[in-house]
């Protein structure tokens, strides 16, 4: 017999996986060719040929002790060094290895840091829509997850005054997530100065830190960086970057991960940034550390660690989902719907007429196109795509979302 918690789970699951379940056996019923799978979030562009070229290095030239053994909990040391470095050119900031913590990708960065954050009935802040997987991981815990409502413009920013009403004596942290899986958006500066403010003047109300942690892992693929860079980096292409979290607020913490940034998620590889300026900054590194312990990860994947040190320049064809991007949203809106328009990771964010997301994939299946209904990400009334998959997929399923559209 499984337990209550884990029911409440497995039911949520459910749609998405659903959708699998569809796209399996509409494949078999109507042959791969003339279904148009937008369900799922897995990279389509194979990691970089460096990556094969390092585990093959690492595996003949490094002895098994070295590769396979245990570490310190929170990586090797000299990977961690490395990231440091990586992020100190980028960022300008004085990282070191005590800074970074090797997880299990994103996912584990999460639920290490919520492991370490949350007694029973602590809140955690999120704004929708998100990533629907948040709960599951603030539950794991016991802790509460508080959602913001977006703006009502249409952007699908944090609306501040949402935020800030979400936040109690029991709010330990805030997750944002840019660039956004479901919606493609990505928080300009503004947005982040805002919500730092909101969070300063909030901490100070409630007497103790709000942690703002901001999961990271499509921060690498941003379709037009110019957009948004400020500060260091912004004139020279090599260490051009978004706007990086701990610089506008003390409490920030960022979670990355190299699944989509790198084509590895299946390999399980991500750290943590806890910066010095974090309140408690040691303490959490120390019980973050612990937390990989005790959840039974133990520490991230030895192999991918050392394979990471050395691909940390490495880039992910970033076109090729601008490209993607651009297409689908081109086929969408031509169809008569509206959508944002991409600014990163790859997800496209289509608005259901009439505000029925649920009736808007189901009548998306007779024309064998699967989606995701918003309300799985707390967005209802909205759906999303997913634009990592095969370029000629997309231009194939034109005359579908053309014959969807003419449904309404
Ligand atoms: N956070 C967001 C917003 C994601 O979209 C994903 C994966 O899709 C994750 C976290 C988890 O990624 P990882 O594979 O690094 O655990």
Redo the contacts with the bound molecule.
């Keep these: 017999m499984i337990s209550n918690k884990m029911k409440s789970h497995v039911g949520a699951e459910g749609v998405i996986r659903r959708m699998f379940e569809a796209g399996i056996q509409m494949k078999a019923e109507f042959g791969a060719e003339n279904v148009y799978d937008f369900s799922l979030?897995n990279p389509n562009v194979p990691a970089p040929d460096k990556i094969q070229e390092s585990i093959k290095k690492i595996v003949d030239t490094l002895p098994p002790g070295k590769i396979h053994s245990y570490m310190p909990n929170a990586g090797f040391p000299e990977v961690r060094v490395e990231v440091a470095k990586h992020l100190n050119k980028i960022y300008g900031t004085l990282y070191s290895e005590k800074n970074i913590i090797m997880t299990?990708?994103?996912?584990?960065?999460?639920n290490l840091l919520m492991k370490s954050m949350l007694d029973i009935d602590d809140e955690v802040v999120v704004p929708c829509p998100?990533?629907a997987?948040y709960k599951g991981y603030i539950e794991n815990y016991y802790g509460k997850i508080v959602e913001a409502a977006p703006r009502a413009d249409g952007s699908f920013l944090p609306d501040m005054d949402s935020v800030a009403a979400a936040v109690t004596p029991r709010t330990k942290a805030v997750i944002v997530?840019t660039p956004?899986?479901p919606t493609g958006v990505i928080y300009p500066e503004s947005v982040i100065k805002e919500l730092a403010d909101v969070l300063r003047k909030k901490e100070e109300e409630v007497g103790h830190p709000i942690y703002l942690i901001s999961?990271e892992?499509?921060r690498d693929i941003v379709f037009d960086e110019s957009k948004y860079v400020s500060g260091s980096g912004a004139d020279n292409e090599e260490i051009r970057h978004l706007p990086w979290m701990p610089d506008y607020y003390d409490d920030a913490i960022v979670?990355y991960?190299?699944?989509?940034s790198l084509s590895l998620?299946g390999e399980?590889i991500?750290n943590i940034i806890i910066p010095d300026t974090c309140d408690g900054a040691d303490e959490l590194i120390g019980a973050v550390t612990t937390a990989n312990l005790v959840t039974g990860v133990v520490n991230a994947p030895s192999l991918m660690q050392l394979v990471i040190a050395r691909c940390l320049d490495e880039k992910s064809d970033v076109e090729f989902y601008r490209k993607n991007g651009e297409i689908l949203y081109d086929i969408v809106t031509a169809a008569g719907f509206e959508a944002v328009k991409p600014q990163g990771?790859f997800y496209l964010w289509v608005k259901a007429p009439g505000g029925d997301d649920n009736k808007l994939v189901e009548l998306a299946k007779k024309h064998h196109i699967l989606m995701v209904p918003g309300s799985a990400f707390a967005g209802p009334g909205n759906v999303r795509l997913s634009y990592c998959v095969a370029r000629d997929m997309i231009e194939r399923s034109r005359q579908a979302f053309l014959d969807l559209g003419d449904e309404y």
């Design positions: 979030g299990a990708g994103a996912g584990s960065a999460l998100y990533f997987e997530n956004n899986n999961d892992p499509y979670a991960s190299y699944s989509k998620p399980r991500g990771a």
